[in-house]
């Protein structure tokens, strides 16, 4: 009875209504829209992360990011250098770990003839790479041990990398330059798309021993990958890793460490936590047009309530409480703005579907589409709270009219 | 023999306090209704007839003295109860209508029902036997603005009867009617009066005030004359 007398003064000026709920609509399609996208991208790091093992553990100079110092400090961090390797391979020091494969990173233009790339170059091992990403060449060979101890300068591209280059024309064997060194193809990788963030088409790999020493001239990586023995728990393996490099740097406490390392486990955590709090920070902001949204339903029902005085005077007249009429007009603004929130819902439910479709057909991201159902109920939720905050003033208004004064009203 | 009394108003008075200036709509009112009487008020604009009106309807509060409804003093009911007897034991028809634009006849005559405690399924029977003795019934689903002034008017007695109150209390209801529309509503009143139903009717005509029994007239907020009405309309004997 109340819905169908909210939704008959409704729909008596559906134009209006429509307007009045844009606010609305507005806020949860950007609230819905930020947690579904949070939550998917989050799921797709999560689980690509889980397609890559939970034998691992990355090694950062630094302390462990909490701050934004101290993520620069990590970025720049040079603490980690190859005494610490070689204290790490040693088995009686962390007898988990099975393979250390130190990273730098180089940035830079390679260019062959005209062409020129910008590409992602990893210093890197080349089965680093194959154990981690289960990436190996298409076309012609890796690297070896030997290329690394020997610094050659050779390199396995991506597929546009070796397109952007070399058209399409055969590319082992050719050599491009980089900071003033050729480099020799020896590899391509067949096109992989995009993987944790990263185009795996648009890399190179060179030894890493190459990128550091004679590319970038430098003593200290930026990361260590570790593989772990699988039967090895990666707790203990982690607490020997640290012990290890305590000792090759001469620490005496946890608390000043210049290296942080970080198991699968934690890299999820970290993720979470960061997702959160972006979510958060987002959410809050879509929030600001929920509110100017409430003031909007807020003013229409204040219009409205002054436009149905005689109504209400009826109403009082043929014996409505004022609880009856405090009732009705709250029922017309939740319906309002739940009706808001389920057009927000339904739209960010179509932009999700449309944004995972694009990173699907046109960035090859394995990226499915996702809408988690407490975003569909944080949505509703809060349109319906907003609905209930903003009408209580009106509604009020509307019950405490004298039904003399009301009946009167010109 | 006498009757209970329905409506029993002593020493009435309302003062309408603005500011520092105080008007007196009604003093002194005392009288006594009993079930099954026609009664009309009458006297000049602003001699408190509406005022006294919304007081007997429990719209409004006396400033002084003592209303009884039914033998219960109002001063003494809540506002909840109040209302669950503007619901149930009181029909209001106003001279400006009051109908809801938006909603058919009845729609309209439903209204009342929605505050009442009668089981919806009853609600559309109801309306249309409602709507059966104002003699509306091939008008229900019209919206009022395709209504002509006294179909308006029996609609609004319809809404009024709809909870099958003891009393009708009506402001002008022909004071927007022409005098052959005005006088077939009163008609309808009449027979309404006939079947048993207290009626109360406030207007400024003769002629409207000739259909009731009784006539208190006002001047100045004062009863000044309460008396049987002589006129011919009345063939049978209270
Ligand atoms: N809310 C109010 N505040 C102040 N004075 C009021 C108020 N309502 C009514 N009055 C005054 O009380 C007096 C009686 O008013 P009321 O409406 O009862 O007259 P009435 O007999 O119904 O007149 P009419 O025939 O014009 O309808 C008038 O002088 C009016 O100005
Ligand atoms: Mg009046």
Request: a neutral charge; glycine letters at 8%; proline letters at 4%.
């Amino acid at each position: 009875m109340l819905l169908q007398t909210a939704f008959t003064s409704l729909l008596a000026n559906p134009g209006r209504s429509l307007l009045t709920i844009l606010g609305i609509v507005i806020g949860i399609i950007a609230i819905v829209l930020v947690i579904a996208l949070g939550q998917g991208a989050q799921n797709l790091i999560v689980s690509e992360l889980e397609n890559f093992g939970a034998n691992f553990i990355i090694i950062r100079p630094g302390r462990q990011p909490d701050t934004p110092t101290d993520i620069a400090e990590s970025i720049l961090g040079d603490s980690i250098k190859e005494k610490d390797i070689f204290a790490l391979r040693r088995p009686e020091n962390a007898p988990g770990v099975v393979s250390v494969d130190p990273a730098v990173l180089v940035t830079g233009e390679a260019t062959y003839q005209e062409n020129i790339f910008r590409p992602m170059i990893f210093g890197w091992t080349a089965n680093a790479m194959e154990d981690g990403f289960g990436i190996r060449p298409a076309i012609g060979t890796t690297f070896t041990d030997e290329d690394i101890r020997q610094r050659a300068k050779v390199a396995i591209i991506g597929a546009t990398m070796k397109e952007e280059l070399f058209g399409s024309s055969d590319a082992i064997g050719r050599s491009f330059k980089l900071r003033g060194h050729n480099i020799r193809v020896i590899g391509v990788y067949p096109p992989s798309g995009q993987i944790m963030s990263f185009n795996m088409d648009e890399i190179a790999i060179v030894p890493y021993s190459t990128a550091q020493k004679d590319i970038l001239g430098i003593d200290y990586y930026v990361e260590v990958f570790v593989r772990t023995d699988p039967d090895a728990d990666i707790e203990t393996v982690a607490e020997d890793i640290r012990a290890t490099l305590r000792e090759s740097h001469g620490i005496t406490a946890a608390a000043k460490d210049d290296f942080f390392v970080w198991t699968q486990k934690d890299i999820v955590n970290r993720l979470g936590l960061i997702t959160q709090t972006l979510t958060l920070f987002l959410v809050a902001i879509a929030s600001i047009s929920l509110l100017v949204g409430g003031i909007g339903i807020m003013n229409i029902m204040l219009v409205s309530v002054t436009e149905r005085t005689h109504e209400i005077g009826l109403r009082k007249a043929v014996g409505a409480t004022n609880s009856n009429i405090m009732r009705q007009f709250l029922a017309e603004s939740i319906i309002l703005t739940a009706t808001g929130g389920l057009i927000g819902t339904g739209i960010a439910a179509a932009l999700v579907f449309i944004i995972t479709w694009i990173a699907q057909t046109q960035y090859q991201i394995a990226w499915p589409f996702y809408l988690p159902p407490f975003a569909i109920l944080l949505g509703i939720g809060m349109a319906t709270i907003v609905g209930l905050v903003f009408g209580i003033y009106p509604a009020r208004k509307a019950a405490l009219k004298d039904p003399i004064v009301s009946l009167r009203y010109e | 023999m006498s009757q209970p009394n329905l409506i029993e108003v002593k020493n009435v008075a309302k003062i309408y306090q603005e500011d520092t200036v105080a008007t007196a709509a009604l003093t002194n009112i005392s009288f006594n209704v009993t079930e099954g009487e026609f009664i009309a008020i009458m006297g000049a604009s602003g001699s408190g007839k509406s005022t006294l009106l919304h007081i007997l309807g429990l719209l409004d509060h006396p400033s002084q003295g003592i209303y009884r409804l039914n033998n219960v003093n109002t001063a003494e009911l809540t506002d909840i109860q109040r209302s669950r007897i503007r619901n149930n034991k009181i029909g209001f028809v106003f001279q400006a209508f009051h109908l809801l634009a938006r909603t058919s006849v009845l729609e309209n005559v439903m209204l009342p029902l929605q505050y009442s405690s009668l089981p919806r399924s009853q609600h559309i029977a109801r309306a249309k036997q409602a709507l059966a003795q104002v003699d509306m019934t091939h008008r229900i689903d019209h919206k009022p603005s395709q209504l002509s002034g006294g179909e308006k008017q029996r609609t609004c007695i319809a809404r009024a009867l709809v909870t099958q109150p003891q009393v009708l209390l009506a402001d002008e209801p022909t004071g927007n009617l022409d005098s052959i529309t005005g006088n077939t509503v009163m008609e309808l009143i009449d027979h309404l009066h006939k079947q048993g139903l207290t009626i109360i009717v406030i207007t400024h005509e003769t002629p409207t005030a000739d259909y009731a029994q009784r006539i208190i007239k006002l001047r100045d907020g004062q009863i000044i004359s309460d008396q049987l009405s002589q006129a011919r309309h009345h063939h049978y004997q209270k």
